[in-house]
Each structure stands twice: as structure tokens, then as C-alpha cells.
T-cell receptor, first 115, second 113 residues
Framework: AQKVTQAQTEISVVEKEDVTLDCVYETRDTTYYLFWYKQPPSGELVFLIRRNSFDEQNEISGRYSWNFQKSTSSFNFTITASQVVDSAVYFCALQRGSTLGRLYFGRGTQLTVWP | ETGVTQTPRHLVMGMTNKKSLKCEQHLGHNAMYWYKQSAKKPLELMFVYNFKEQTENNSVPSRFSPECPNSSHLFLHLHTLQPEDSALYLC????????????FGPGTRLTVL
């Protein structure tokens, strides 16, 4: 069975602080994909990143960075120097690398960045 | 229009009404999805269409009826809904059904009175 756990329900930080959102996943597949999506108050899920299970290189995109560790089944997301516009719900998701392309979502982490 | 659009953005309906949600993707994708997002619950996949054919129905009650006339349009027909069906309904599309990135629309916020 596939499962994604985001243990942090809510996180509050002050602007310019760094914040890490945790994601732990479960799957028996050897090929799979991991995603992060951002959901601002407007409701739309905004795609942030997709990683496949064979690529454990960390990735940085501006203030965003992702740490993928297969040994701990984790795919954590760090925002450096957070800004008020980063306030949103962030979802981690898992997708099997087979014909079953459904996304298995975590429950999300509500991030609030205070000015 | 770009990306994935959904109309209406907000909908209030009584339990005896019939209404439809519309989704349109402008990305040239071949797969489309309906998700339900309720408060305090993970996103739930409802239906999947691949090249206009329904490939997945995730045990959704028959009061929700999807329709996919072509690869760009997806509808969700609603009838005799219950208050617990109140939720954000999200549409998504992807280039292919198998392990491809899904792009989401802004959702329809549905309230059933």
C-alpha cells in the first residue's frame, strides 16, 4: 500500500526564517515519483517539484530546496528566508511508476509566515 | 486561457438540485482527473479519464456522474447530493496517465444545503 505522512499539521514562522516541511512515504515499488504541491488560499494546487525514485540528488530552486533520502523514505522541503507569500498549505504526494498514475497525497502542512 | 480552468468557482445547491461542474484544460493533455478535497481529509481521487475513456472510478456514489466528451473537457454532474458532499472539487490533467505530472485547476467550492 502507498502512504504519505506529513506529521506537521501547522507551522508558523516569522518572515526571513528558514522552515522545513517533512514528508515520509511508504511504498514497496522500486520505481515511484514524489511531488510537492502548494495550495494558496485561492485553492489551486500549484506544482512545485517532481522527483523519481532513482534520483536522490538534492535540488535547489531559488529559496526552495528538497532533500530526498531513500534510506529514511523522506522527501523534505525547505524554504529559506521565508516570505509572507509563502503562506499556504503544502502537500507531498507519491505516484507509482506503473500504469496506475494516481497521486497519493499527505494531509498537508499549513504554513503561516508572519510579517 | 491557459492551464486548467474550472467553472463555476463557487456553487451553492440544495439537495434536490441538479448542477454540473466544468473543467477545461488548455495544455494538450490526454488524461483528466476529478479530486475531492474535504476539510480535515486528504485529497481523494474520484475519477480518471484517459483519452476520453474512464479508467478509474474510486467507489464514488452514483449521485456524482462524470462525463468526458473530449480530451480537453471534463464535467461532473451532480444530483441529489448530501450536505457531506460539500467540499472543494479539483480537476487536474496530465500529458499521460502513467506516472506523469498532474496540473490542477483552481477548484469549485461546493456547498450543499
Amino acid at each position: 500500500a502507498q502512504k504519505v505522512t506529513q506529521a506537521q499539521t501547522e507551522i508558523s514562522v516569522v518572515e526571513k526564517e528558514d522552515v522545513t516541511l517533512d514528508c515520509v512515504y511508504e511504498t514497496r515499488d522500486t520505481t515511484y515519483y514524489l511531488f510537492w504541491y502548494k495550495q494558496p488560499p485561492s485553492g489551486e494546487l500549484v506544482f512545485l517539484i517532481r522527483r523519481n525514485s532513482f534520483d536522490e540528488q538534492n535540488e535547489i530552486s531559488g529559496r526552495y530546496s528538497w532533500n530526498f533520502q531513500k534510506s529514511t523514505s523522506s522527501f523534505n522541503f525547505t524554504i529559506t528566508a521565508s516570505q509572507v507569500v509563502d503562506s499556504a498549505v503544502y502537500f507531498c504526494a507519491l505516484q507509482r511508476g506503473s500504469t496506475l498514475g494516481r497521486l497519493y497525497f499527505g494531509r498537508g502542512t499549513q504554513l503561516t509566515v508572519w510579517p | 486561457e491557459t492551464g486548467v480552468t474550472q467553472t463555476p468557482r463557487h456553487l451553492v445547491m440544495g439537495m434536490t438540485n441538479k448542477k454540473s461542474l466544468k473543467c477545461e484544460q488548455h495544455l494538450g493533455h490526454n488524461a483528466m482527473y476529478w479530486y475531492k478535497q474535504s476539510a480535515k481529509k486528504p485529497l481523494e481521487l474520484m475519477f480518471v479519464y484517459n483519452f476520453k475513456e474512464q479508467t478509474e472510478n474510486n467507489s464514488v456514489p452514483s449521485r456524482f456522474s462524470p462525463e468526458c466528451p473530449n480530451s480537453s473537457h471534463l464535467f461532473l454532474h451532480l444530483h441529489t447530493l448530501q450536505p457531506e458532499d460539500s467540499a472543494l472539487y479539483l480537476c487536474a490533467s496530465s500529458q499521460a496517465y502513467d506516472a506523469d505530472t498532474q496540473y490542477f485547476g483552481p477548484g469549485t467550492r461546493l456547498t450543499v444545503l
